[in-house]
Each structure stands twice: as C-alpha cells, then as structure tokens.
C-alpha cells in the first residue's frame, strides 16, 4: 500500500490527534505503533518527504545486540546477561553525575536483549541471519571494553526488514482512520498549555519528489499547529550536520574534512526547540563516528560516505605510515582509533591489505551494500563464502576513489601520495614495515598481537567462514596485488540526548517529568540521555529505538 496521507498543503494548517509524534524513522513509527495499538489516535510528522519514511534505518545493515540467543549457543558461543552488562558498563564508563538515568536504561536494555527481544521481534515476522558476527572486540583486559563473546545478530533482511513491521502496522492505522501521517511538516516548537506539552508547531515545506536520503529543500509554503494530549519526539541525533558535529566534539579537534554517514535531514534542529521548553539535553559531546570511512562512488547525500566493517588483518597505519598500536587493530575499538588518529592532526588513515583480504574481510555497512541479505538471497549469499568479480567491495574497488593496488610496496607508497597530494609515506618504511609483518607470518608463530588475534578469530566459526583470511604474506603474489584504503572520518550517532527515565518520559533539569513530553531513539540518546556512555557495543542503536520506542509508546498510550 503507497503511503497515503499527506505532503505539504498551502497555507496554515492543524492537526489534532491524541499522541502527536515528531519523527517517521524507525523509533517514531515503533512509538506510532504501540499507541495505536493500544487504541490511540496517532498523528506522525516529519520534515522529509514520504519517500524516506523509516529513516536511518532503512540505510543501515540491520545488526542487533542480543545475549544468549539460540544462534550463538549453535556457533558454541557461551554468553549471559551478567556477562554482557559487565561488557557494558566496562564500555560506557560512566563517570558523570547526570548519567544515573542512561545507567538504569542501560541495565534495562541488556535484560531486554537477553529476554524477550528475540522472541517478540519473530512474533512480528522478523528474522535473523544464523551467523552472528563480533563486532568491537576490545582488546584492552576483562575489565576494558569490547564484546568477550560475539553478539552482533544481523537482521534477515537488513534495516528494511526491521521497518517493515511498524510501518505495516502504521499503515494498518492509516487505513483504520486512526492514524495519519504528515510529511514536509517540520516541527520547529512546543505547545504547552497549563504546564503540560500540548502539542507542536512548524513550518510545512513545498512538496518534494526526492528519493530516498536526497536533500529536499527547505522552500516554505505554510504553516501548521499540531494539538495532542501527548507528544513523542524521535527526531533523530546531528550526524548529518557538521557544524553542529563540530561544536560539540570533545577539545574542538574535529577533522577539516568528514564524509556522511546519514543524510543531511539528520540536522538536529529540534533538539534544541525541546532544551528551549526545559527539557534536560545531556552528552551532546558523547558521539559515535568511524575512523573507516569510505567515499561513496554513487552518492545519494552530500559527503555521502560507507563504513567499511572490516575483519582483523588489515594493516592499520595513519596518515604518516606509522602503524596504529595494539589494540587499535581493524574492529577493535572504533572510538579509540578514532581518538588515535584524530590526534594525529589528520582526518585520515590507511588500511594496507592485499587482494585476498579485501574480498575475504572488507564488508560494508548499509541495507544497499548488502543485496544478499537485504534480498534474502541465499545464492547470492553463497557467494560470500567465494568471492567473486561481481560484488559490491569489488566494485568498490573498481569505482571508489579511496581504493589503490600495486605490485611493491614503494609503487602502493607513491599512490598513496600521489591520493593525499603529499609526500608523508616513505616507500622504504613502507616496504619494512610490511616485511616485518610477513615475517611474523613465515616464522608460523611470532610476537606479533595483530597475528595472535587473527589466529584467535579463525577459532570462531563465522569469522573463519566469512570474515577473518588466513593468514599469509602480504607480498604473497597468490594473494596479491598490494592494496591501499584511505579511510575518513564518518559521522554516524549522537549518544547524548534528551534525558528520559524509563518510561521515555523526558526530564526537566531537576530530574521531574515534563507532563506530556516523551522522547526515543537516537533523539534521547536511546534512552535516559546517553544509554551508551561513551562506547557503544554495535547493534545497539536499531535495539535502543525499538526499546524507546515502544516505553514511549506504552507510556503515552497510558497517559491519554
């Protein structure tokens, strides 16, 4: 069924329902859902056009945090929900006196991802891949961050897939007349009216014909004041605007030049019209970009870039060729390798790596990246397993203006320069350092930590299916040509955000709940201003929408 009503009318306009919600991505329609299955009306708005409902999420690879679940119990993972709360807290760091709440959501979220999470997303037809992968394997002791067991579950069908429930059901209310959705309205302010949120208004902009993450435009045509007994705000966090990214990046060093990691609708604007009605907006520096960027070769958004998700064996050096240290190994810690590289007064690093590796380990983030499983195609899922010419990392490699290959180590080094228009790789320090590498691999057992994860990860049956090489010589001419990655910095997600307590009811700055306020998704930080702290575990994100989400839901519903 095509998405109904309404794009943009003229002139001024009012919408009344009894939950009003700000925000058509994944959590606003799970928080849209929920109350109108609880028999609420719903209105939904949101500032882009309906070709973009659902969101980041629709974009995204599909990967939840879940504990304990049959698929890793069949790849003989041993996990618990103590384990993965102390993988948690060891990774969010909590240090802060405001982070009480974000604490509290965290605890609830892990018991959600060990519990009822799996069982309740099968009950609304959504499947899971059966090779869970291990995402941000730390490296740092027991008690330092990262995974211990794999927990990354990807969706049987990506982000799509994950949309599609709560938009069926979204729809399903359409059709009731109980539901109405409204795009081209941005909402710019809150109504309250005797001390209790009453609803929202904002500007409608000209109708739009842009696909999906395309920019749309910002011509106003009207005005509209939205009337409900309660409001949910899911407008999403600020990746996709780089002044605000910048304001808000801890010491100001933020890179001269970042690629996008969402469209630039993801603005942020609304935030700030919240914190204006008294709402508590925490963590603003607490942030979730990549180091492993990669320029889009056909781009949908402005700066539009794809994270490369890649296995262990990469050689990661920085922007003068100096190797990053142990533990910043590829998938090991994105935020301190970000930290490491940033620091360095560069925006950028190297991957160096072969072709063998390439096929075998650089997979890409994102629902179109991933045709497969976004597809539900098992045979061409198969193909994982033989890497062929016709994939996305090969075309990749064939179109994408960060991806170099060469015979030597000197000839990779002078394209590497010749890329970044400088001259900060030395061939001959180059050409060391890969030898010392392969070195390490020819003596069959070595000193090298880099080489001892490898080995370790090949013990895990996903990682030696599709994900981790085995390990060989980078010079080895089976396995070769030689190949360069620039990677750039990517922004992604904001952890910080509209403090909540566990009903997704948004706090003032005296801990109290603003009658008839409610936030969820990246827009609350997922939950209670900062569920994360300052590390996510991945898989995460899509989770904390769909567990704010729906208590936002629930409680709204509750309320009216």
Known sequence: MPLENRDADHGSRR??????????????????ATAYAAGKSVAVLDQEPRASV?????WSFGGLFMVNTPEQRRLGVRDSTELALSDWL???????????????????????????????LRSLGVGIFPLVQWAERGGYGPRGHGNTVPRFH?????????????????????????VSLHFRHRALSLTTTAGRVTGVSGEVLEPSTALRGQASGRVVVGSFEA?????????????????TVRRQWPGNIAPDYMLSGVPASVDGIFLSAVETAGAALANGDRMWHYPEGIHNYDPVWPKHGIRILPGPSSLWLDARGVQLPAPLFPGFDSLGALRHIVATGHGYSWFVLNRTIALKELALSGSEQNPDLTGKDVRLLASRLRPTSDTPIQR???????????????ELAARMNQLTEGSLID?????????????????GLGKDPQLAAIRAARRFTTDKLMRVAPPHRLTDPEHGPLMAVRLSVLTRKSLGGLTTDLRSRVLDVEGKAIPGLYAAGEASGFGGGGIHGYRALEGTFLGGCLFSGRAAGRDAAGSV
């Open 227 to 243: 009337r409900a007994a309660a409001v949910v705000v899911t407008t999403g966090g600020i990746g996709g605007n780089h002044e």
């Open 54 to 58: 659902g969101g980041q999420a629709h």
């Open 396 to 410: 990749f490699i064939d179109k994408g203006v960060d991806f170099l290959q060469a015979a030597t180590p000197s």
């Open 154 to 178: 990807v969706t049987w069908g990506t982000g799509p897939a994950l949309v599609e429930p709560f938009l069926a059901k979204v729809l399903e209310g359409v059709r009731a007349g109980r």
């Open 90 to 120: 060891a990774s969010a760091a909590f240090d802060r006196s405001g982070d009480r709440k974000a604490r509290e959501w965290a605890e609830a979220y892990v018991h959600f991802a060990s519990g009822e999470k799996r069982a309740w």
């Open 427 to 443: 061939a001959a320090g180059l050409g060391s350092l890969i030898r010392a590498r392969d070195d390490q691999v020819t003596s």
């Open 15 to 32: 919408v009344a329902a009894d939950i009003v919600v700000v925000g058509a991505g994944l959590s606003g329609l799970v928080a849209a």
